[in-house]
Nanobody
Framework: QVQLVESGGGLVQAGGSLRLSCVVSGGMFSTSYMNWYRQIPGKQRELVASIRGRGDTNYADSVKGRFTISRDNNKKTVWLQMDSLEPEDTGVYYC????????????????WGQGISVTVSS
């Protein structure tokens, strides 16, 4: 069974850094697209960063130059390095594996982590 487990959130002062981790168990990780989303209070869930299996990345305009997404296919792990954090970055962050394939005969499925809280104080 595929599971996504996030870690690394917490409380940090504005200007500080946090590194989120998402470890994926099961499935065909190395060829899978991976995303980080966030849910800011009062707003819709937002796509923050994406990374393809081969390492190509995309970022929301609001985090470009401050956040970095990376992955290690051998460890089935994806990270989100968050620098120069702002109070507006406060929210719950989710790891997402869209169209993830568990086995070569399985249909693709959308998997989510449980979410991890990030709080940036001013």
């Amino acid at each position: 069974q595929v599971q996504l487990v996030e870690s690394g959130g917490g409380l940090v002062q504005a200007g500080g850094s946090l590194r989120l981790s998402c470890v994926v168990s099961g499935g065909m990780f190395s060829t899978s697209y991976m995303n980080w989303y966030r849910q800011i209070p009062g707003k819709q869930r937002e796509l923050v960063a994406s990374i393809r299996g081969r390492g190509d990345t995309n970022y929301a305009d609001s985090v470009k130059g401050r956040f970095t997404i990376s992955r290690d296919n051998n460890k089935k792990t994806v990270w989100l390095q968050m620098d120069s954090l702002e109070p507006e970055d406060t929210g719950v962050y989710y790891c997402n594996a869209p169209d993830y394939i568990e086995t070569p005969i399985s249909p693709p499925h959308d998997y989510w982590g449980q979410g991890i809280s990030v709080t940036v104080s001013s």
